[in-house]
């Protein structure tokens, strides 16, 4: 059975760091899009930072040069590394994979292949206060 997990959320004061975690099990990272999302409450789902392929991380604005997207396939995890975090980044945060092929837009709308649902764990809550 494959399954996400994610782990690493809390509840921290605004400029501290968290790293979330994502541990694949049944299943080992491919090079389609996969990465992280987040929803605040009472708003949609939003693309947070993703990979696709070999390459580097792309970001929504609001997260750039503060949040870094990593992988250690070894492991099959998939990293977020979180600095100078900020009470608007408080929300549920979701790692997915198997998203086919993606593009994150600076306001975190992601557009991806159509039909294909992907793989999602089932979230872990960040809360920053101020």
């Known amino acids: 059975q494959v399954q996400l997990v994610e782990s690493g959320g809390g509840s921290v004061q605004s400029g501290e760091s968290l790293r979330l975690s994502c541990a694949a099990s049944?299943?080992?990272?491919?090079?389609?899009?996969r990465g992280w999302f987040r929803q605040a409450p009472g708003e949609e789902r939003k693309g947070v930072a993703l990979?696709?392929?070999?390459?580097?991380?792309t970001y929504a604005d609001s997260v750039k040069d503060r949040f870094t997207i990593s992988e250690d396939h070894t492991k099959s995890t998939l990293y977020l590394q979180m600095n100078n975090l900020k009470p608007e980044d408080t929300g549920t945060y979701y790692c997915?994979?198997?998203?086919?092929?993606?593009?994150?837009?600076?306001?975190?709308?992601?557009?991806?292949?159509?039909?294909?649902?992907?793989?999602w764990g089932q979230g872990t809550q960040v809360t920053v206060g101020s």
């Open positions: 990979i696709e392929g070999d390459g580097s991380g």
């Open positions: 049944g299943y080992t990272f491919t090079k389609t899009c």
């Open positions: 997915a994979a198997e998203l086919g092929s993606c593009l994150i837009k600076g306001d975190g709308t992601v557009y991806r292949s159509t039909g294909i649902r992907g793989v």
